[in-house]
């Protein structure tokens, strides 16, 4: 398809239906796609948990729900397929652009869209689609090198006549937000927020090792500390501040603008590789990323960060359960070292005390 006809399309289905963190990076492009043709609607199809942070993106419309069951976290039926696609085709799109991680393929969500009769379909493939898609960039990820996952949605939209900076698009935060973080913070003290947890194994730096930064942070450096985290991660928050001897706030189970608005707030976040680590990237807040080595491409775009790992043979593994079952790039962090690069940061920020007095 030319690009003469994505120009005109105006009601745009942007496919991303993994995670929080997934959908933050492919903001950028989506913001890309909404400022190329004057007038045009974003609408996303995503995940439940993708959902939970469409409101804060500017440049999305209401979202579509969507538990693909191709998707590797989708619930046994918790969706109804036909339901969706009927959604889907009674909204009439233009296009549908169709984002991936290089391991997923596009060809499932492509089947959905064509038979839920959008004309223009585009997605980075590995395979031939035939008809498909009707606009094909060649997927020669990894054969050919990899690229950071923002830049891999850039690309795909540039490809549509929707080329851009890659800027972080502004993210929306209410006042009464804004407000509620402010009254979190104790004045006068730097504000550190630590995030334990991480959907996958791989990627959770050891709870013996952040009670031992939270620690440090508090009785060394007058760190004011909060931890965050789901519901179901509330246990190893309270490990890690018993562990620690510390009477930190344990902030469970925030929705979306709230833990947004303290991530704001904060001085520097302290977290795994997950999607706090993408909100603090997309909000400017300094972060320090325990990162696991399993993928590269997800370290925190254009952010004012410190990326720890310990290196390891089996590097760039890209497994949700180490396969090797010692977790050394993430247990071999010092927290001495996580310690140093909070600091770090606040130095640089030249005001160890706050950021901007949130």
Same mark, same amino acid.
């Given at each position: 398809m030319t690009a003469d006809a994505w120009g005109r399309a105006q009601r745009v289905l942007a496919v991303r239906l993994d995670g929080i963190g997934d959908l933050l990076m492919t903001a950028p492009a989506m913001a890309a796609l909404k400022a190329a043709v004057p007038g045009r609607v974003i609408t996303p199809l995503v995940s439940r948990a993708g959902a939970a942070i469409t409101s804060l993106l500017p440049d999305c419309g209401d979202p579509i729900l969507y538990e693909?069951?191709?998707?590797?976290? $989708?619930? *046994?039926? =918790?969706?109804? /397929?036909? #339901?969706?696609?009927?959604?889907?085709?009674?909204?009439?799109f233009d296009a549908a652009v169709i984002f991936t991680v290089f391991s997923q393929s596009a060809l499932p969500a492509a089947l959905f869209c064509h038979l839920a009769?959008?004309?223009?379909?585009?997605?980075?493939?590995?395979?031939?689609?035939?008809?498909?898609?009707?606009?094909?960039?060649?997927?020669?990820?990894?054969?050919?090198?990899?690229?950071?996952?923002?830049?891999?949605?850039?690309?795909?939209? $540039?490809? *549509?006549? =929707?080329?851009? /900076?890659? #800027?972080?698009p502004p993210l929306r935060l209410s006042a009464a937000a804004r407000d509620w973080a402010r009254r979190v913070r104790l004045p006068g003290r730097p504000f550190v927020l630590i995030h334990p947890g991480a959907s996958a194994p791989s990627r959770r730096y050891p709870p013996e090792s952040f009670a031992r930064v939270l620690r440090a942070l508090e009785r060394e450096h007058r760190a004011f500390c909060v931890l965050t985290g789901i519901a179901e991660e509330r246990g190893v928050m309270a490990s890690v501040r018993e562990q620690a001897a510390s009477d930190a706030p344990l902030l469970w189970n925030l929705d979306p603008e709230r833990l947004a608005a303290l991530v704001e707030c904060a001085d520097v976040v302290v977290t795994n590789n997950t999607g706090p680590a993408h909100l603090a990237a997309a909000l400017q807040t300094p972060v320090v990323v325990l990162y696991a080595l399993t993928n590269p491409q997800h370290t925190p775009w254009r952010a004012r960060a410190r990326v720890l790992s310990a290196d390891v043979p089996c590097r760039s593994c890209y497994r949700s359960i180490c396969p090797s079952g010692h977790?050394?790039?993430?247990?071999?962090?010092?927290?001495?070292?996580?310690?140093a690069a909070v600091d770090e940061l606040l130095r640089d920020a030249g005001d160890s005390v706050s950021r901007a007095l949130c």
């Open positions: 693909a069951p191709w998707m590797k976290h $989708a619930p *046994l039926m =918790a969706t109804s /397929d036909q #339901a969706v696609l009927e959604r889907v085709r009674a909204a009439r009769g959008i004309p223009l379909r585009a997605a980075h493939c590995r395979e031939n689609p035939y008809q498909l898609l009707t606009t094909w960039i060649r997927d020669t990820e990894p054969e050919s090198g990899i690229r950071h996952e923002v830049q891999r949605q850039l690309d795909l939209v $540039a490809a *549509l006549g =929707a080329a851009a /900076d890659g #800027a972080h977790h050394r790039c993430l247990r071999d962090i010092d927290p001495r070292t996580v310690v």
